[in-house]
């Protein structure tokens, strides 16, 4: 008979030691009893999302760990983002991720992510929807808030291409980027040309709308440009469930991670309350994962908590939300039965404190549930990690050692 597995990803979880806090990192700082259970009695080890030293973006990486490989797979963060936020892209689309910006009159970028913005979204994107491309010709542009700052922006039209570069230059004090053909082709120059020309016409229309006076009055920043970044196109997975012959569903917030999900085929659970933050319903779901394994034989639970603490260099913000999640994996096992059930703790990649972004450090895992060898390791965290008896793995592996211990994987050979 085979098991069931429920696999949570920590956003950004990993880290670096600091020395402001005697060296530790926010999860060797955190006090998870939980985690530590499951680690003492399960595997443990270090994984690398792609490979040792390569810095992934979440999109890869979630990729990678569903046991994708994103060197034949990844078209481009874009079209998984528009897959997240339910909006199904054509051959020929072209979606980028995007975010709400504030830049000050030279157009110099003061915050990347407009404060966080939280309130008057809608009204912002219905602005930005009135904008017409008029340098290139038969392309509009659709503009799709998905979570706070955060959202998809489509070109539609003939001849587009996602070889262009960014608008993002992914840090403030700089003005933003020109996009830029990343080939000889008409495509890739129509496209450049048709998001230099939104990303202008974003400023004129958004820093005088009244949003962004009142936002200012109030004293908070102005989101009055749309950065974006990660062109992506129209693409196809093979499903879990041709992969794997599995049923299969997905916990998470974030567009991104949802559209990966999405694409891989697994049924969509919206948890109320779960924002994508460092305040979202941890509890709820705990609550949702544990109904979904009843009905699923995979669950996937996604929390972006403790990567928004690493962007933003927080260390006991990143031990709270560590903290936190300890706390929902409790709440969770407690409705598990733990003899049929694997539950596999890891993160997506390192986000350190002092780096501010993602890295190319490995991040600790843990497989807990039935047959597996013990640990013995009494705290997990990054350092016990290296030390524990899964050894050091990549992300493309975790479905396969998954899938052998659920009693599902096909043989290799005769």
């Known amino acids: 008979m085979s098991k069931k597995a429920i696999l949570i990803i920590c956003d950004g979880m990993g880290d670096r030691p600091v020395k402001e806090y005697d060296y530790k990192t926010p999860l060797e700082a955190a006090n998870t009893p ?34 994708y490989n994103p060197y034949e797979c990844y078209a481009g963060r ?68 998905t979570i706070e700052h955060r ?4 070109f539609r039209g003939e001849k587009l291409s996602k070889n262009v570069s960014d608008t993002d230059p992914h840090e403030i004090g700089v003005k933003p980027l020109k996009s830029k053909p990343l080939d000889d082709s008409i495509e890739a120059e129509r496209m450049a040309k048709a998001l230099n020309e939104f990303t202008e016409k974003s400023f004129h229309v958004l820093k005088n709308h009244q949003i962004n006076l009142n936002r200012v009055k109030m004293g908070e920043k102005p989101a009055n440009i749309i950065l974006a970044r990660g062109a992506g196109s129209y693409f196809k997975l093979k499903t879990f469930q041709e992969k794997y012959g599995i049923k299969t569903a997905a916990i998470a917030a974030v567009a991104l991670v949802k559209g990966v999900c999405r694409i891989a085929g697994m049924e969509i659970i919206d ?47 990143k031990v709270e939300a560590i903290e936190n999640i300890d706390k929902m994996i409790g709440r969770l096992i407690d409705q598990l039965d733990l003899n049929e059930t694997y539950v596999t703790i890891t993160a997506d990649h390192c986000t350190p404190i002092n780096f501010k972004d993602h890295s190319g450090d490995p991040t600790p895992i843990l497989i807990h549930g039935p047959e597996t060898f013990h640990s013995e390791i009494k705290k997990f965290c990054e350092k016990t990690a290296s030390q524990g008896n899964l050894c050091r793995i990549k992300g493309i592996d975790i479905m396969a050692i998954l899938t052998n211990y659920m009693g599902i994987s096909e043989k290799f050979g005769y």
Do not use: C, W
């Not at 994107?125 to 009135?130: G, T, V």
């Not at 340098?135 to 659709?142: D, L, T």
């Open 34 to 67: 939980n985690l530590d259970k499951l680690a003492e009695k399960g595997l443990v080890g270090l994984m690398d999302p792609i490979s040792p030293g390569i810095r992934p973006g979440s999109d890869v990486a979630h990729l990678a760990i569903l046991g």
């Open 78 to 145: 874009g079209s998984l983002e528009a897959a997240g936020a339910g909006i199904q892209l054509k051959p020929g689309d072209i979606a980028f991720r995007a975010n709400f910006a504030t830049v000050n009159e030279d157009l110099t970028i003061v915050d990347r992510r407009a404060g966080r913005i939280k309130t008057g979204i809608k009204e912002l994107a219905e602005a930005i929807n009135q904008i017409k491309i008029e340098s290139v010709n038969g392309v509009s542009v659709e503009f799709y808030p």
């Open 151 to 154: 959202g998809v922006l489509i």
């Open 271 to 317: 948890v109320k309350g779960a924002t994508g933050g460092l305040n979202t319903n941890f509890n709820g779901k705990a609550d949702e994962a544990a109904k979904a394994i009843k009905h699923y034989d995979f669950v996937f639970l996604h929390v972006k908590a403790t990567d928004v603490a690493g962007h933003d260099g927080n260390f006991k913000a």
